[in-house]
């Protein structure tokens, strides 16, 4: 497991937690950026960590903004990227159980660092059913290809 993690000014505080989380936890991941509050945009961010998930570089993104909506909806136009925003843990397991979502993402000005810290390990501990959920997910695939 290797997670790409990046985050908008909106999200780097939270960033900057998770990143303190997953170095305590012993998580192999690479930091996308960005790297202080300065202003930025974050469909750019969005999309390098989209980008490592989808070309193979990593196998697991994370991804905060302020709401953790724009970079949800950026990273979700890259094939190969299933990304589910998660403000409960409860949704945090059932996206990779039923959708095998890819990348994570989160609202650093919606949620506060407790329960973000939880959704994290949640998602990060939880894996793909297969099974039925398979063939669903076959269809997103095929709808990537389309995109392609
Ligand atoms: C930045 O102000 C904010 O718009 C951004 O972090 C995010 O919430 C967008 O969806």
Request: charged share 25%; glycine share 12%; proline share 1%.
């Amino acid at each position: 497991m290797k997670i790409a993690l990046g985050s908008d000014h909106g999200g780097f505080n939270l960033k900057e937690e998770i990143k303190k989380w997953l170095e305590e936890k012993g998580y192999s991941f690479i930091d996308y950026g960005t790297y202080s509050t300065e202003s930025c945009d974050y469909p750019e961010l969005a999309l390098k960590v989209a980008h490592a998930v989808a070309d193979g570089e990593c196998t697991h993104g994370i991804i905060v903004c302020g709401t953790g909506i724009g970079v949800s909806i950026v990273a979700n136009k890259v094939p190969g990227i299933r990304a589910a925003l998660c403000h409960d843990t409860f949704s945090a397991r059932a996206c990779r159980e039923h959708n095998d979502a890819n990348v994570l993402t989160l609202g650093e000005r919606v949620i506060g660092r407790g329960l973000a810290l939880d959704i994290v390990e949640t998602w990060l501990n939880a894996s793909f059913s297969g099974g039925r959920h398979q063939r669903r997910v076959e269809m997103i695939k095929a709808l990537d290809e389309k995109k392609g």
